[in-house]
């Protein structure tokens, strides 16, 4: 998990020559403009972690931790944070990592959310502006040291999490076909724990290759996203696993998409 697994997860016109056709014009794209569903946001949003990272509510925090360079990475509140971004800034974030003011979005895996699709950002935005918002003053602030701040300056920072892949094009929706859904799916969901490619972080990283997946059988496969129960039974190794199994994916993966992510992982 790189940077976000350091530490266990504590776990974000034209110009027309009268008015009244500029104004018909402008009311039409904006009719145009499909909006988001927040209840398919919200859910959307607990499937790839922002309400782990962001704590219940979006109040921050739920992503607090101390690198061993001496970094500080904390989860901001969404309540608060949301005023500095309009709905293309959010879009800009989600999919290309581009704050309100320019600056690296460290610790936050856009290398995931550059695969949701445009229908699903549009979800998430409109969940995260119904969100009411919550005050949590004790909330600390991320704080990054002399020596990280260098190394972003100078493009030397050895952790890439925050960066989408170049010419990155995500849908315009979610694919429907199992193995392409399937895919989808672990794209937005499984790699900031299991890996950009789905096969690990490295031999010092807790979380493994995907390809353990083949190991179980799809009914034992169901039961570790239900429950958090691996195949020989029980909890993950560290907890981590069934903690997010059960936080994530329990609530908000239907038997359809479970069985989807379970054939993709299969023909890797």
């Not at 927040?38 to 109040?59: M, N, S, T």
């Not at 690198?67 to 969404?78: I, K, S």
């Amino acid at each position: 998990m790189r940077t976000v697994s350091l530490i266990a997860i504590a776990m974000l016109a034209a110009c027309g020559k009268t008015a009244a056709p500029q104004v018909a014009t402008a009311a039409a794209v904006v009719a145009d403009v499909p909006k988001g569903d927040p209840v398919e946001g919200a859910r959307i949003a607990r499937r790839v972690g922002c309400d782990g990272c962001h704590d219940e509510g979006g109040k921050g925090g739920g992503f607090d931790i101390k690198t061993p360079e001496g970094d500080r990475l904390v989860a901001p509140n969404l309540t608060q944070r949301r005023a500095l971004y309009d709905d293309a800034g959010l879009v800009a974030l989600l999919h290309e990592g581009k704050t309100h003011d320019g600056h690296r979005p460290v610790g936050m895996p856009i290398f995931m959310f550059q695969h949701l699709s445009d229908a699903e950002v549009r979800d998430i935005i409109a969940w995260l502006r119904g969100l009411p918002v919550v005050e949590n003053p004790g909330l600390a602030k991320s704080a990054l040291t002399a020596a990280t701040v260098k190394q972003l300056q100078e493009g030397t920072y050895p952790f890439d999490d925050d960066i989408p892949d170049p010419g990155n094009q995500p849908p315009a929706t979610r694919p429907v076909e199992p193995l392409a859904l399937g895919r989808h799916i672990a794209m937005t969901s499984c790699g900031e724990c299991h890996g950009r490619d789905l096969n690990g972080w490295g031999p010092d990283d807790p979380a493994p290759s995907l390809i353990v997946a083949k190991a179980y059988t799809p009914e034992k496969f169901t039961r570790l996203m239900r429950t958090g129960e691996i195949a020989s039974g029980g909890e993950s190794k560290t907890g981590m696993m069934s903690g997010i199994a059960k936080y994530r994916f329990a609530s908000t993966l239907t038997d359809g998409e479970i069985a989807a992510l379970k054939l993709y992982l299969d023909s890797r």
